[in-house]
């Protein structure tokens, strides 16, 4: 009921869906949404009334490929905010599916795929304001479904096709050394690679230049909810956090990595998919509340409470958006919001902690995970 209503009001202020639009329109036009300014008086006849008020419209597009392929075949169907948005559902939908095989597969209960199906960020993201992050997720989902059941090749192509989709799931790599064949990665490496072929131009043949659009912009100068970030650019440049949030999440799969493989309990859980995300986000320059959606199909067990009260905490980040519709400019987070958001979950956090040394004994996962 929340995502049909949801599916009838337009799409959101947080409007990324109005470029997704735009990009497939784009390819279908014959032009590279990488090079293609939307801004330029130039291609001022080829928008619509959905893409002419788009956001960054000084900027190319900076989606990865698997992204861009997306939003062509969807917008091939229909070109319009809602069909992408129905095509975001189905995805999540799908996902509910691949979570109920996959808890089947690792012997928990059916009713934990209620901790992703009843989170109040899907109806608000994907049918609301519709985001690609949700195609992100399915994808790797399909390949944790893939590794539990030793399919390596479709494991690794899924976790590829997901990092094709946006960036943030490379940081899982570590979780799948000596899970799959390294003719399993060459082969995941050139579905990517391929996907990549129909942006190439003469910039890439001349000078050996990747097409990335506007990503490089992205991390130089947006901002928003990364408070760990902030911190740090007083003393380091952007690039280089950016690859210390990489980094964190590198290392905190590798750590579940070594522990699973030391470990008598059972080889997967599927939260050892969202604490490096999670760890990655949390230093990363920019936090919108849908890159939690990465996050959710992998929030089933306690071990993960940190986590589900972040994706419920970080909803007071919506009233920036409020804030703009009332004509005031873009910035910073109110001080409240932040301390609201990121307070609930280090009380939790400390809360846990002292919990556990009163109980030193006890197990680091809950019992029926062990």
């Known amino acids: 009921m929340w995502h049909i209503e949801f599916l009838r009001v337009p799409a959101g202020a947080d409007d990324d869906i109005h470029r997704y639009v735009w990009d497939g329109r784009l390819q279908r036009l014959g032009y590279n949404p990488y090079i293609v300014v939307p801004s330029d008086p130039a291609v001022k006849a080829l928008h619509t009334p959905e893409t002419r008020n788009l956001n960054n419209p000084d900027l190319p597009s900076p989606y990865p490929a698997g992204g861009q392929l997306f939003f062509r075949a969807v917008t091939a169907i229909q070109e319009s905010t809602f069909a992408l948005k129905v095509a975001f559902v189905v995805c999540e939908f799908a996902i509910v599916l691949v979570l109920l095989d996959l808890l089947r597969c690792t012997r928990q209960g059916a009713h934990l795929v209620l901790a992703f199906a009843w989170n109040p ?3 608000i993201e994907v049918a609301g304001s519709g985001h690609i992050d949700i195609v992100g997720a399915l994808l790797l989902v399909v390949s944790a479904a893939a590794l539990v059941r030793r399919w390596r090749a479709t494991a690794a192509v899924g976790l590829g096709l997901a990092i094709a989709v946006k960036f943030l ?9 000596k899970r799959v064949r390294i003719r399993d990665a060459a082969l995941a490496a050139a579905v990517v690679g391929l996907l990549y072929v129909p942006f190439l131009n ?3 043949f001349n000078h050996g230049r990747i097409p990335i659009g506007s990503i490089g912009t992205y991390v130089t100068s947006f901002r928003f909810n990364g408070p760990v970030f902030a911190a740090l650019h007083q003393v380091a440049p952007p690039q280089l956090l950016v690859g210390l949030a990489v980094l964190v999440g ?3 799969a590798t750590l579940f990595t070594r522990a699973s493989l030391r470990s008598a309990a059972p ?3 599927l939260d050892v998919f969202a604490w490096p995300m999670a760890a990655s986000l ?3 320059p920019v936090v919108f509340p849908w890159y939690l959606l990465w996050l959710l199909p992998f929030l089933t067990s306690a071990s993960t409470l940190l986590i589900i009260l972040w994706t419920v905490s970080i909803i007071p980040t919506y009233v920036m958006w409020h804030l ?3 004509g005031r400019p873009w910035g910073a987070l109110p001080g409240w ?4 958001e990121y307070g609930c979950v280090a009380m939790a956090g400390a809360m846990i902690a002292l919990r556990r040394l009163r109980r030193p004994g006890a197990p680091r996962y809950p019992k029926e995970l062990v």
Request: hydrophobic share 65%; charged share 10%.
């Open 202 to 204: 003469r910039s890439f």
């Open 324 to 326: 703009r519709n009332l």
């Open 121 to 123: 960020l899907l109806a």
């Open 337 to 340: 919001v932040m301390l609201l």
């Open 250 to 252: 590198l290392v905190t």
């Open 282 to 284: 949390l230093c990363a």
């Open 267 to 269: 080889e997967w859980s």
């Open 169 to 177: 799931p490379i940081v899982l790599l570590p979780l799948y050394w």
